[in-house]
């Protein structure tokens, strides 16, 4: 009889290099922390996309 003790570890599985943090909400971006500038997360990237475009 296989004894299979499966602990629930609970280790960063979403890679162990620290991203950078979105400038205006605060959540983790997809940029890596040594990024330089300011950096967003998709959703307020795709934010600032949208008023760029419609300045005017
Ligand atoms: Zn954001």
């Known amino acids: 009889m296989t004894d299979s003790t499966h ?6 599985a979403t890679g162990s290099e620290a991203r950078a943090d979105c400038v205006l ?3 983790p971006t997809e ?6 500038g300011a950096t967003y997360c998709p959703v307020c ?12």
Not at 7 to 12: G, K, L, Q, R
Not at 31 to 36: D, T
Request: include cysteine; hydrophobic fraction near 20%; charge should be negative.
């Open 31 to 36: 940029y890596p922390e040594s990024i330089r």
């Open 7 to 12: 602990a629930s570890d609970s280790t960063d």
């Open 45 to 56: 990237e795709w934010q600032e996309a949208q008023r760029q475009a419609c300045s005017g």
């Open 25 to 27: 909400c605060g959540e």
